[in-house]
Nanobody, 123 residues
Framework: QVQLVESGGRLVQAGGSLRLSCAAS????????MGWFRRAPGNEREFVAA????????NYAYSVKGRFIISRDNAKNTMYLQMNSLKPEDTAEYYC????????????????WGQGTQVTVSS
């Protein structure tokens, strides 16, 4: 029903910024809550941020709040994660996710996932 493709991951220096994108297939992005998860080497998958289908509400993991901004452009079927003040601890593979219902790090669980994009932050 939904295919997700992340892009934008690359090597950046600490303190820098990076913008990730997640493109959804078809013309149904406005019907889905979307968000980002990440997995660092040796760690479990971690919730990063989520946004409601309409874009009227967002939530963030405490570790990224104030530094990352999630947004979406439903006309383009695309979701974004603006990452600022990057730290080496942000190094991880980042995954785009979507579901017909709202989800967060403590509520619900997304059904659809992208393939991941690698973000590496050097000291």
């Amino acid at each position: 029903q939904v295919q997700l493709v992340e892009s934008g991951g690359r090597l950046v220096q600490a303190g820098g910024s990076l913008r990730l994108s997640c493109a959804a297939s078809g013309r149904t992005a406005s019907n889905y809550a979307m968000g980002w998860f990440r997995r660092a080497p040796g760690n479990e998958r971690e919730f990063v941020a989520a946004i409601t289908a309409s874009g009227d509400s967002t939530n963030y993991a405490y570790s990224v709040k104030g530094r990352f901004i999630i947004s979406r452009d439903n006309a383009k079927n695309t979701m974004y994660l603006q990452m600022n003040s990057l730290k080496p601890e942000d190094t991880a593979e980042y995954y785009c996710a979507a579901d017909v219902e709202y989800f967060s790090g403590s509520y619900g669980y997304p059904t659809y996932w992208g393939q991941g994009t690698q973000v590496t932050v050097s000291s």
